[in-house]
């Protein structure tokens, strides 16, 4: 198995409340990418991240923010959570060459539940 | 619009039928398409297929990338029970730096 650990694996909270997710790998991918998964939209990109201190948005990011300190640890923030925001995260990482020509390897998910 | 489709949404067999899954897909600059078995966790990798590799094979699965026509095929010879998952399909595009773009899968149920 890829050395992906997502923390924590389960969480409920409230509507207003920030949570912060994290995912942590021991390959030293430069690329890690957080995803949500909701029935009838299959897995959909939040942010993702090409080195330390870069990231950038995918197609769901509003309300969501990241930071990467470390190669290591890649956080994602819902600064103010909303019920909208009840998903599945997954976390992915993959090698830092070509990135596109590498497959992604995912963390065991975060199930996350806002009421 | 980038769009991938996955075909269809969920299939029913039996042990030792033959199945195949279809994804069609609409992306600018095309890089590589994936597909992926998830059970009740993490999607695992199963393919990787590019324009030097279009066809793929591990024991019963194997798949196949037309890109004139912009659809794959994911083969399972000799179903299992442990088969039975969600298969997920993505595409990578060249230029956005490994970003994958999913279908919904399909949800494959292989009964004894």
């Not at chain 1, 769901?60 to 309300?63: E, L, M």
């Given at each position: 198995d890829a050395g992906i650990t997502q923390s924590p694996r389960h969480k409920v909270t409230e509507t207003g409340t920030p949570v912060t997710l994290r995912c942590h790998q021991t390959?030293?991918?430069r690329y890690m990418y957080w995803y949500r998964q909701d029935p009838g939209h299959g897995l959909r990109l939040i942010h993702y991240s090409y080195g330390v201190k870069d990231t950038d948005k995918g197609e769901?990011?509003?309300?969501y923010s990241v930071s990467r300190s470390k190669t290591e640890d890649f956080l994602l923030t819902l600064e103010s959570a909303t019920s909208s925001q009840t998903s599945v995260y997954f976390c992915a990482i993959s090698e830092g060459q070509g990135a596109s020509e590498q497959p992604q390897h995912f963390g065991d998910g975060t199930r996350l539940s806002i009421l | 619009e980038d769009k991938v489709v996955q075909s269809p949404l969920s299939l029913v067999v039996h042990e030792g039928d033959t199945v195949t899954l279809n994804c069609s897909y609409e992306v600018t600059n095309f890089r590589s398409l994936l597909w992926y078995k998830q059970e009740k966790k993490a999607p695992t990798f199963l393919f990787m297929l590019t324009s030097s590799g279009i066809e793929k094979k591990s024991g019963r699965l194997s798949s196949i990338l037309d890109k004139k026509e912009l659809f794959s095929i994911l083969n399972i010879t000799a179903t299992q029970t442990g088969d039975s998952a969600v298969y997920l399909c993505a595409v990578a595009r060249g230029s956005t730096l490994g970003r994958l773009y999913f279908g919904r899968g399909t949800q494959l149920t292989v009964w004894p």
């Open positions: 390959e030293n991918h769901v990011s509003d309300g | -």
